[in-house]
């Protein structure tokens, strides 16, 4: 799977639209940019995946650059509860485990 | 709803015991499931892939005699820890996908103290 690049924290003002870029400039044509979130001392949450297009659901948005190279979530409207470490993993389609990085600890600011 | 469910959520025992913690798919069949390790301040880190009525697959440095994993049904996947040292004390977190390009869903882990 290729590897990604994401800054290690950020923070954000709640209510603020919370956007973390991710890096995967060695992504082939067959591979899913996945997001996941994990809260303190939980399992990892799914957020939101996707190929080539962008995609929304009831949770964030992503968005792929056109040559596939980068992508942002966008967490529309932040709140506290938001507060998380963020990862950006890219995998194909078969079933193997997912391979995790550091990720970006967003904070959200009251 | 949570489609992964994990059990215990929280353990601790004393040196030398064995533990077992169980992952099961709630509203899916999954032919394979995975468990991933945990460490303070750490990201997660696959251990093994646990495969339906086949022996599991473990990544390098994983040791298939101390951690044993048996997955006999398409919903129940099961760790155990043999004669666990404080070492072993970490969270151990399982998955599964519901199918190919499908994101994985995670239970919420279990927390594990060896004393």
């Known amino acids: 799977d290729a590897k990604t690049t994401q800054p290690p924290s950020m923070d954000c003002a709640e209510g603020r639209a919370a956007n973390l870029p991710c890096n995967h400039s060695t992504i082939s044509g067959n591979e899913y940019v996945y997001w996941y979130r994990q809260i303190h001392s939980q399992g990892p949450q799914y957020i939101i995946h996707?190929?080539?297009n962008n995609e929304t659901n009831e949770m964030a948005s992503l968005i792929i650059t056109e040559d596939r190279k980068s992508s942002t979530l966008i967490l529309p409207h932040a709140t506290l509860r938001d507060t998380a470490v963020y990862y950006c993993i890219v995998r194909g389609g078969g079933a193997d485990g997912l391979t995790f990085g550091k990720g970006t600890h967003l904070i959200i600011q009251p | 709803g949570a489609v992964v469910s994990q059990h215990p959520s929280w353990v601790i025992c004393k040196s030398g015991t064995s533990v077992k913690i169980e992952c099961r798919s709630l509203d899916f069949q999954a032919t394979t499931m995975f468990w991933y390790r945990q460490f303070p301040k750490q990201s997660l880190m696959l251990m093994a892939t646990?495969?339906?009525?086949?022996?599991?697959?473990?990544e390098q440095g994983v040791e298939k005699d101390k951690f044993l994993i048996n997955h006999a049904s398409l919903t129940l996947s099961t760790l155990t820890v043999t004669s666990a040292h404080p070492e072993d004390s970490s969270f151990y977190i399982c998955s599964a996908n519901r199918g190919r390009n499908q994101p994985q869903h995670f239970g919420d882990g279990t927390r594990l103290s060896i004393l």
């Open positions: 646990s495969n339906e009525g086949s022996k599991a697959t473990y």
């Open positions: 996707g190929l080539k």
